[in-house]
């Protein structure tokens, strides 16, 4: 029983916190959205399933009131469509880090002499050589639709292939040290916000604002800028609220342990 009024007084600080950033969203989407997106993801870390759901549905209603946004005025049913996109990455983390995180064992270290720390490293490789080889083909491509010039395609290429290659060995150094729950969690998190970003992508730029935008009588201007929140905005403030959670909840994740256990 004290650990439900536990959570549940979690639940309550963390939707709190969510309605409080909403008073700065005339700031910055890309802050309030990053803010929100990583409550979003400590409360199903801290809270469970059920917690983190709570705040999903509550908070698109919380920030409409505040805000008085015209467009979801317009279109009331861009609200489930919001709070769909809040579930798809809350059960996103769920699913990676508490669900499939109970199944998983702990790995051990790999060590150099393994023969799974070649095949890694194998993979890494290919890996690499792929994301080169993909970037350069992208940037071509696009180099030759946006008709840039020569020179600045190439610094991209470079730059983006020189970042892919890092990453990758970057992963596959903290792969061959160890293999902890926290992969798990990042892979939740990554694989949410993408998930989320395209329902969001699908049902509301796709399917309710062409269906609805032309009779609700705003600015054609509202409509570019409500593609992109809805699309990229999602992606990237849920990205950069991954990384944040990511970096935080080792120390915060472990102090909660604590307290459970001394209850």
């Known amino acids: 029983m004290k650990i439900n009024i536990r959570i549940l007084c979690r639940t309550a600080l963390l939707l709190a916190l969510c309605i409080a950033s909403q008073f700065l969203k005339n700031t910055s989407v890309y802050i309030t959205g990053t803010i929100i997106n990583a409550i979003l993801i400590v409360s199903v870390l ?7 759901a709570v705040i999903s549905v509550i908070t698109p209603l919380t920030s409409w009131w505040i805000t008085g946004s015209p467009l979801i005025s317009a279109i009331p049913l861009l609200l489930p469509c919001i709070m769909l996109g809040n579930l798809m990455i809350v ?9 499939l995180g109970k199944r998983v064992p702990t790995a051990e270290r790999i060590q150099t002499s393994d023969s799974r720390f070649r095949l890694v490293l194998t993979v890494c490789l290919v890996a690499a050589v792929l ?5 350069i083909a992208f940037l071509s491509a696009l180099s ?3 008709q840039l010039d020569k ?10 292939s020189s ?10 150094w903290m792969l061959c040290c160890r293999f902890p729950k926290t992969w798990l969690l990042i892979a939740g998190c990554v694989v949410g916000s993408v998930v989320k970003a395209a329902v ?3 049902l509301i730029v796709k399917a309710v604002l062409p269906a609805f935008f032309p009779a609700s009588g705003l600015p054609e201007t509202m409509l570019s800028v409500a593609s992109v929140q809805f699309s990229v905005t999602q992606l990237v403030t849920s990205l950069l609220a991954s990384v944040i959670v990511v970096l935080i909840w080792a120390p915060l994740g472990k102090y909660l342990e604590k307290q459970v256990q001394s209850a």
């Open 163 to 172: 970042i892919g290659v890092f990453l990758f060995f970057v992963l596959l």
């Open 131 to 135: 994301w080169a080889g993909a970037s």
């Open 46 to 52: 801290s809270c469970g399933l059920l917690g983190g």
């Open 151 to 160: 020179t600045s395609p190439l610094i991209w290429m470079s730059l983006i």
């Open 200 to 202: 969001m992508w699908l």
């Open 144 to 146: 030759a639709v946006l």
């Open 91 to 99: 059960f996103s983390v769920w699913f990676f880090s508490r669900w």
